[in-house]
């Protein structure tokens, strides 16, 4: 769901900067300094609702979660915990470290799509696929899939606006 919100939310505020005449970059970036913090409360709400529970673990800090298919409560790796800290705090404070120097405008916004594709990627080794979902490979989830996608379109927009700036 994250990736058609992302893909929605890019929409809408392209159009909405078009309409007010408003430089897309550098209002994108402002947007998604915030968004690692809506991430990290919006997987705290994740973990409260026990949705999107982790792999089944025997690691010490497991936390009990129902089975999605059977209900049947299982030690669980706390995934969405294991989110809100990458995804929302240390996103957060990558984000604030690279506003601090200044960058060229969009580079805030590559980071932030480049950093959570990454985090996310990782993240997904410990979360449970969707019930009935393809593995790609026999072990890429779709989330892991996209993550990549969101990772290469990142690195050919970024290369396409450096290249645009030099020619």
């Known amino acids: 769901s994250f990736f058609g919100a992302l893909i929605g939310a890019a929409i809408i505020f392209f159009l909405f900067s078009r309409r007010r005449k408003i430089d897309f970059l550098p209002f994108a970036d402002f947007v998604v300094t915030g968004a690692p913090i809506a991430l990290f409360f919006g997987r705290l709400g994740n973990f409260l609702n026990l949705e999107i529970p982790g792999r ?7 936390m009990y979660f129902p089975d999605p298919s059977t209900g049947l409560w299982e030690l669980r790796h ?22 601090r ?27 449970e696929p969707d019930p009935g979902t393809m593995m790609m490979f ?3 989830t779709v989330g892991q899939t996209l993550s990549i996608a969101l990772l290469f379109a990142v690195i050919v927009a970024v290369n396409a606006v450096a290249h645009r700036r030099r020619t």
């Open 56 to 62: 089944v673990t025997d690691v010490p800090w497991g």
């Open 78 to 99: 706390p995934s969405q915990l294991y989110e809100a800290l990458a995804e929302g705090i240390a996103l957060f404070l990558v984000l604030s470290f690279v506003r």
């Open 138 to 140: 026999g072990w890429m």
């Open 101 to 127: 120097r200044n960058p060229s405008p969009g580079i805030v916004t590559a980071v932030f799509l480049a950093g959570y594709a990454i985090v996310r990627f990782f993240i997904e080794f410990f979360r």
